[in-house]
């Protein structure tokens, strides 16, 4: 691996600059990015050597580039995939850190087949942007791959690069990794929007609310402020599961309100102590 | 004010005995627990002076004490309130510091009229015991009172204690607490209980759930380690308040669910952003 062209050089994609160079990559590192403004923050941060910023140079990059990592959205990694699968050759990897993986899976299999290595990185911050990025942001994460075919050279490479960023590798089907996913991340974002937007409905700015208000209710709705601009790829993308554990929790909920004053309620409780999650 | 009993000498107990000695108060401070351990750790820390072991200890203690101070779950309180009721005598304090406060409110009209003010200070810890009690456990916290009648000498006095523990008085009537608290407190606690709930029927102890589940997992699942014996008595004397808000809540999901690919999904972000809850 020789050079690397990272599509998307927001908090994810800039960290990744940062952490092969603190790894030791020494080859060239590309960075493209909708944005001028997170490319000069990539750039400035040395997370990318140069930006490519015409069509004219994007083609460039791309054609020159070993590894491909796509870091955007996923409805905007599919648009990438689609694009840049004409121009592929032999030896080339396209790898992702989209948060679903059927989607990108299915286009893989389709598009580039036996070229592409899907990925997803579980770290990130409450806030993106690489002015954030960091060379250590993935240092004990687990850092998922959906392989679909033997490991080709420049994969097997891939993801030597990623344990020397300190990830821990965890390998997984496309429809596990989604299901997964939609019950430890995707649920908790949902119910944290649905909470969120039922109190403001509820109460908006008020006083009262706010000051008895604690820690409880600081965690349940923090991830309120999440934008629907990250989160709209991943609904649309995994509808099917998220909308499983959605109806999975709203039979619970219910269950537990007509139960309130019964031996019932004590059981789910116990089953919650049960699940004391760890780490 | 010269003499406080304390019935109930766990977490909030004892840290009421400790933050009145911090405050200055020289006067005699009385301990009643169920628990003989509860007790002696009190004793011990100094949150009390003398524990009231025997039926006829406890009599005297409350016969002599200027203020009464209920620090048991809510159903203790009220079965404590009729214990005491006849013996109450002109110029004592009731007081409590239960989670709910209809039925408490109501139980003090009935019971001792003139003699009560309930409260509920909006401070804790993720695990209970006397040994966790803090003098300090109320500075900068809400400690919300629902005055039943005039203020009297007594009350004007406690309240004067409660602020010189740090915390900011803000009076409520009952039904408006329990509708608030069913909200802000309530209704986070049982949708934390029925994700680990579900979460633990889908998954148990699976590796790879847990090293997919990141900071949001463990956030909106961390009330779930709460014990029932604590938020049994809460179910059970806010029963209408909580199944409300758990009504509103089964609804807006199953309108997010139902809307994952649709503009709807972006209004109840939105919303969400808008209520970016302030401490």
């Known amino acids: 691996m020789n050079s690397v062209v ?4 927001g908090l994810i994609g800039a960290s990744i600059g940062l952490a092969l160079r603190e790894a030791g990559f020494a080859g060239a590192i590309v960075g493209i990015d909708a944005s001028g403004d997170e490319l000069k923050a990539a750039q400035e941060l040395h997370a990318i050597d140069t930006a490519a910023r ?22 905007g990694i599919l648009h990438w995939m689609q694009q840049i699968a004409p121009t592929l050759r032999d030896g080339q990897l396209v790898t992702d850190v989209g948060s679903t993986k059927v989607k990108i899976a299915e286009a893989a ?11 997803h990185p579980m770290a990130g911050k409450e ?12 240092r004990g994460a687990t850092w998922l791959f959906t392989p679909l075919h033997e490991f080709t050279a420049i994969e097997i490479e891939w993801r030597g690069w990623v344990t020397k960023f300190g990830a821990n590798i965890l390998d997984l089907p496309a429809e596990q990794h989604d299901r997964i996913c939609a019950w430890v991340s995707h649920m908790p974002q949902m ?6 937007s039922v109190l403001e409905d509820e109460f908006g700015d008020s006083a009262e609310m706010r000051a008895i208000g604690g820690r409880a209710l600081r965690e349940m709705t923090r991830l309120g402020s999440s934008p ?9 993308t ?42």
Chains 1, 2 share one sequence.
């Not at 299999?109 to 990925?119: D, K, N, V």
């Open 238 to 279: 995994n509808e099917t599961p998220i909308a499983e554990t959605l109806h999975t929790l709203e039979q619970r909920l219910q269950h537990m309100r007509e139960n309130l004053k019964t031996a019932q309620l004590r059981d789910e409780f116990q089953k919650a102590n049960a699940f004391r999650f760890r780490t």
């Open 109 to 119: 299999q389709t598009l580039m087949p036996g070229r592409c290595l899907p990925g």
């Open 54 to 75: 015409s069509p004219e140079e994007h083609r460039a990059a791309i054609a020159s580039a070993d590894v491909i990592v796509l870091a955007v959205p996923v409805l």
């Open 127 to 138: 806030s993106g942007g690489a002015a954030l990025a960091e060379a250590g942001l993935f």
């Open 6 to 9: 990272i599509i998307g050089t």
């Open 228 to 236: 629907y601009s990250m989160w709209r790829d991943i609904a649309h």
């Open 191 to 196: 119910v944290a929007t649905a909470m969120s």
